[in-house]
């Protein structure tokens, strides 16, 4: 029988799903069933590491745990400093660069190319080449501030002061050609009548900025914004291997502390309720984001 | 056809002989003792037709990836030679072969290997009679220094008027201060040079490798003898707060810049490249040191100075027989043959820290190089973290704690000993000692 006739007696949602399936399954599997067993787990006291000792119920205790601990507050507040200092300043490079960008001029693709290549790196790369950038005795970073200001010899690494500093720069070099990029394809979806009849109109470029250029970009903006909050929420790699979280504990993102509690004190129950708390933080967050987004988008 | 045939044949066949060869995996952690027993390694192959394999993980994932293969029951491994502090977890968890009836039935007497080593790499419950590993390499946090430098009339007698006794191996924590300080931010030979290049990292055990190394000479107990697991008044007694505010001092007085998440490599970097003009860091690494020494370095070496009492940070490993491996016999062969008194000499000459009786016992030993005194002296007073199941529980407030105040600055050496504790109480409550 052939492939044609076996499919024939089948309807359009069959086939459907029939294609969906296989990636239905999948995500059940590695997605979905996870998520449903770290909820199971975090309602336990299940250590991983501790064979043979069967995890026993214990209702909201993790819960209760996780939210009391005054150092997970802190580690949430490392976490929302970083988020709001690396968006705030992808937000406006990425928008200024994009608008450079869209002008017209000699080497405009080459310049391109090069800005977004910091994203096409592996962050663990990033992480590992920028201590030696931050290298208070033989690193660039310091030599090109000292260039500008005298400042002597400082540790951007080694400081708590410097250290969070540290992390939003180079997380900031990384991913605003990210921003860029998307900003760069709303600006170019903006049509050009509107500019033109603005022309006609004698509104400034200030005005035509504001009028025109900013509502059109603001939902790419906002998109990439989106984009770069979550993963940033979740930014593990380049934090681990440019400070290990330090000095101290400076720079102890919340992903880092979830990953030392559950995968180096072996912590399971108490790390999946943590994981979950996180997990409801950032889709929470999420939806409110995108439904003011949307709003946005219908003005 | 009949040729290609032939060929097919033949690569099948070899395929097979192939697969059917006795071999071991051993894993370890990538270092140069771990190319020292490589080597060694070729002899046991050579002897019994077994071929090892070698998987060496990098310092800062090997307790990551050891301890995860062994949590998920992994059979990569057939020989595991793992971190000291892991004996309790590899016993009670069921990961590590018992190996007193293998001990008994090939005649290895654990009388045969230095006691202190014995208790530390094999033992659990400690210092009972139930072994879990023989006591592979011997280590303990040492000290190396420019002993160039150090022969400089010039600078000898400039120390000795500044501090009134002779710039040699410091006899103390407080004359190691006033050297290393004395040496921070000096200028010799045309280059800025720098105290002491000690461990400072964040990430694995780092720097609480190191500022033990102080606590410990301060006379710092982790609990009261009489009363397991009670800290309060020993973990945090006078001395070991005295010791982590020395600690911060050296790091503050005499660490190269940037030196604020550095550990073994990171320390031998500062040395090799003429930065510094003491280093801490393990036995381990001696043998490469004094064996680069070039360009006019000459490289002198000591144990871990006295300050209340003598002692050291303990380092080191046993080579244990994994639980899950296949192939356990083959294991216990390589043990065995591991244990041979003529092996373990064999191991002492390329590199590796042997801890058989009849190599530290051997008269030629204390001479046979320039750290073998050090390393026999060390290896009397050494201590250990935790070997508890629950040690990276145990390690990972320590790191925390001992960072935020030693490099960030932040709050006070007490605080840090108390929060660590506060810590520990948690664990030890929740693994039922408690």
């Not at chain 1, 745990?65 to 507050?73: D, Q, T």
Request: charged residues 20%.
């Amino acid at each position: 029988m052939s492939v044609k006739k076996k499919f024939k007696g089948l309807s359009d949602k069959a086939v459907g799903w029939l294609f969906i399936g296989p990636t239905v399954l999948l995500l059940l599997a590695i997605n979905i069933y996870p998520l449903v067993y770290a909820i199971k787990m975090s309602f336990t006291n299940f250590y991983a590491n501790k064979i043979g000792r069967e995890p026993q119920f214990v209702g909201l205790k993790n819960y209760i745990k996780v939210l009391n601990k005054e150092a997970i507050w802190e580690k949430m507040q490392v976490t929302a400093s970083f988020m709001f200092w690396t968006l705030l300043l992808q937000a406006i490079i990425g928008l200024g660069l994009a608008l450079l960008l869209n002008r017209k001029f000699k080497g405009n693709e080459l310049l391109t190319t090069l800005i977004v290549l910091p994203m096409m790196l592996s962050p663990a790369v990033v992480g590992v080449f920028w201590t030696y950038l931050y290298n208070p005795q033989v690193g660039l970073f310091n030599y090109v501030v000292n260039f500008f200001y005298d400042l002597g010899s400082f540790d951007m690494i080694g400081s708590s002061t410097l250290a969070p500093w540290a992390i939003v720069i180079v997380d900031t070099w990384m991913w605003t050609p990210f921003t860029m990029l998307i900003c760069l394809a709303g600006l170019r979806s903006v049509p050009n009548y509107l500019y033109e009849a603005a022309e006609v109109d004698r509104a400034s470029k200030w005005q035509q900025f504001i009028y025109i250029t900013l509502p059109s970009v603001l939902p790419f903006l906002l998109l990439a914004l989106l984009f770069r909050g979550i993963e940033n929420f979740k930014m593990f790699d380049m934090v681990v291997e440019l400070t290990s979280g330090g000095p101290g504990s400076a720079t102890e993102l919340a992903s880092i502390n979830l990953k030392r509690e559950a995968f180096e004190k072996w912590k399971t129950g108490y790390s999946s309720a943590f994981a979950v708390i996180l997990f409801v933080t950032i889709f929470g967050f999420g939806n409110v984001y995108v439904k003011v987004m949307n709003k946005i988008k219908e003005r | 056809m009949k040729k290609i045939m032939i060929l097919l044949f033949v690569s099948l066949f070899s395929f097979s002989v192939n697969s059917n060869a006795k071999s071991i995996t051993l894993g370890w952690a990538a270092w140069d003792p771990a190319n020292a027993l490589q080597e060694l390694t070729k002899e046991f192959t050579a002897e019994t037709g077994i071929e090892v394999n070698f998987e060496f993980v990098p310092w800062p994932n090997f307790a990551d990836r050891m301890l995860n293969e062994l949590n998920n029951k992994g059979k990569t491994f057939d020989l595991l030679i793992g971190d000291s502090q892991w004996i309790g977890a590899g016993a009670v968890y069921g990961h590590y072969v018992k190996l007193n009836d293998f001990f008994d039935k090939e005649g290895i007497s654990m009388s045969d290997f230095s006691p202190a080593t014995v208790y530390a790499y094999s033992t659990w419950p400690k210092g009972s009679k139930n072994y879990y590993a023989l006591p592979a390499m011997g280590d303990a946090l040492a000290w190396a220094y420019r002993k160039d430098w150090f022969d400089r009339p010039e600078l000898k007698s400039e120390f000795k008027k500044k501090h009134g006794y002779d710039l040699g191996v410091p006899a103390n924590w407080n004359q190691l201060h006033d050297m290393c300080k004395f040496f921070q931010g000096r200028e010799i030979d045309g280059q800025k040079r720098y105290g002491a290049a000690i461990n400072t990292e964040r990430g694995s055990e780092g720097i609480t490798m190191g500022v033990t190394a102080a606590m410990y000479a301060w006379g710092m107990e982790y609990e009261n003898p009489n009363k397991p697991y009670d800290m309060e008044g020993y973990f945090n007694s006078p001395q070991a707060v005295e010791a982590v505010e020395f600690y911060r001092k050296l790091y503050e007085d005499c660490a190269p810049p940037g030196h604020s998440d550095a550990y073994m490599v990171a320390n031998l970097d500062a040395y090799k490249s003429g930065q510094v003009a003491f280093q801490m860091n393990w036995y381990a690494f001696w043998p490469g040191v004094s064996k680069e020494d070039s360009d006019g370095r000459v490289s002198g070496f000591f144990a871990n100075p006295k300050q209340n009492v003598a002692a050291a940070t303990l380092g080191g490993q046993g080579i244990s027989v994994v639980k899950y491996s296949d192939k356990q016999d083959l294991a216990l062969e390589y043990i065995k043959w591991f244990a041979r008194p003529d092996v373990q000499q064999k191991w002492w000459d390329l590199g590796g820290y042997s801890c058989h009786n009849d190599v530290l016992n051997s008269p030629s030993f204390p001479t046979s190089t320039v750290y073998a005194q050090g390393f026999l002296d060390s290896m009397g007073i050494v201590k250990d973290f935790w070997q508890e199941p629950t040690f990276v529980e145990l390690m990972l407030p320590m790191q925390e704690a001992i960072h935020d105040y030693v490099v960030n600055g932040k709050g006070t050496a007490k605080g840090a000993l108390d929060k660590i504790i506060e810590e520990w109480v948690e664990v030890f409550e929740a693994d039922g000692k408690l």
